[in-house]
């Protein structure tokens, strides 16, 4: 069982910048994920890493602003927010998923194990 516990949430002004930790007790050969649910909204893709970092995937609305990164001696994954805008207030969960293949993944069903999510709140 994988235990992912997110933190680094916070209530933001538009423009500032948020980085998101996501720390599990295993990380070895999983995909990480970022996932993000709004009010009102389903629960939506945001980024992935694969287990070794070199393949990495955004949703559009948020390239060139997010950041995915991973630290496997610290078994953490990263989520660096720069330029946030009002649109980026949601929940954000983390995700992972144990895989052979060095990929990322971005649908939801892919990812076997989530965390209990952390608030972002971004005030214009």
């Known amino acids: 069982q994988v235990q992912l516990v997110e933190s680094g949430g916070g209530l933001v002004q538009a423009g500032d910048s948020l980085r998101l930790s996501c720390t599990a007790r295993?990380?070895?050969?999983?995909?990480m994920g970022w996932f993000r649910q709004a009010p009102g909204k389903e629960r939506e893709f945001v980024a992935t890493i694969s287990w070794s970092g070199l393949d990495t995937h955004y949703a559009d609305s948020v390239k060139g602003r997010f950041t995915v990164s991973r630290d496997n001696a610290k078994n953490t994954v990263y989520l660096q927010m720069n330029s946030l805008k009002p649109e980026d207030t949601a929940v954000y969960y983390c995700a992972a998923r144990y895989t052979g293949y060095d990929r990322g993944h971005i649908r939801e069903y892919e990812y076997d194990y989530w965390g209990q999510g952390t608030q972002v709140t971004v005030s214009s």
């Open positions: 295993t990380f070895s050969k999983y995909t």
